[in-house]
């Protein structure tokens, strides 16, 4: 039987996977590889969080192909291209099929893949896998990307239609013996896992693979989706999916959560609207990056070019990585994220406002810091929440909304659950002293001699100062114009 290399990347799985099933249209045994090159994508290379769930997906796809039959072709490479081009040769196969990706680097080299299989005589095709609709299907009445999410989403949502998905295949062919890989499913060929093993909590929320993706949408679906619209914003609330990880890594698609909410007669229901909106902000993200690659590393938004960030202390913003800032809601979720790989939405606006606003540090520091930390790290949605809250982005916060994190804590967690979880020193304090511990000090030493005594910067005169420092970034800019 004549064969097809089938390239995963990030679409770890067998469900609704178009590559894969395209080689089976075709009558050719599927062969999976998975190519490790991580240099490939600098300058975003995946963080350490991600290659520590990267290492439990990969073993669980390769069981999975296992139990099917199958198994999963792992090689280390220094050319993703030569590596194809070689097991072409070892496997005789007819074609490379692959899902898109599309960050910058990635979109370029897999064009010049595509270019050099298919001048091989080697039939090469690519397939829209991660997304509702590819990014250029999607464009205004003038042909142009949207810039502004709420016309975006009502031009999608309206195209969207019923969706169906295709099941996993229940058996595959065999790999040839001859044909030679990594073995994943046991061990760390691929030197993904941390040392010493800082990701252990990670698992306790997580399970990484295709069943645990299914797992979590099942469990969201039955206990969560009901109330999702207000609940959402509460962290000490189980009110998200915590789907973002999967989807990340191609665990689930979107089509598929898409397609279980619509089997489930649940698509006029508005907190499963609400949830396929957020779905669509995640659409959003991937058009404007597909569109404005430069997006990754400046500003969207020119015209926030002239404001002067400060320069980082290196103790401030340490201290704000590891949830020293003295400010408890931030520190609950910086410690959240340390701890588990994973941050809750609101709180995530929340610790970037303090860095992009009250400490006026370039959003960047705060997109390398989660780009590292979060198992979810995504370039498209790292980049448009880093943007959109520091005022430079698309359909961003204006930069003059500064976020309190006080208030915010008073109002998303009003019994103090979040914040004496993630910061149990605090636990003995009450009323205001649990979100301003800085105005109950003789309390605060009593009961938390450890915690900072003050916040790394102060709310009220950092915010005045970021205020006049964009008003005076406006001047520039309207100089600049005349």
Known sequence: MASALVWFRRDLRLADNPALQAALDAELAPIPVYLHAPHEEAPWEPGAASCAWL????????????????????RRCDSSLDALLQL???TGAEAVFWNRLYEPALIARDSEIKSALRGQGVRADSFG???LREPWEVETGQGEPYRVFTPFWKKLSAELGSVSVSDAPKRLPSVPDGIEGLDVSRGDPLELVPSPRWDKGFWERFEPGEAGADKQLKAFLDSAVSGYAEDR???AETGTSRLSPYLHFGE???RQALATIQSAGLDADGDAKAFVRELGWREFSHHLLYHFPKSAEANFNSRMDPFEWAAPEKDKLEAWQRGRTGIPIVDAGMRELWATGWMHNRVRMIVASL???NLRYHWRHGADWFWDTLVDADLANNTQGWQWTAGTGADAAPYFRIFNPVTQAERFDP????IRRWVPELAG???KALYAPWTAVDALRRMAPGYPSAPIVDLKHSREAALAAYQQSRVALAEKDT
């Open 355 to 357: 860095l992009t606003k």
């Open 129 to 131: 896998a991660a997304l």
């Open 88 to 90: 072409q040769v070892e």
């Open 429 to 431: 304090l009450t009323g």
């Open 233 to 235: 914003d509460f962290p």
């Open 55 to 74: 290492a439990k997906s990969l073993a669980v796809l390769s069981q999975d192909l296992a139990s099917r039959g199958s198994r999963l072709v792992v």
């Open 415 to 418: 019994n103090g659950d979040y």
């Open 252 to 254: 689930i698609s979107p």
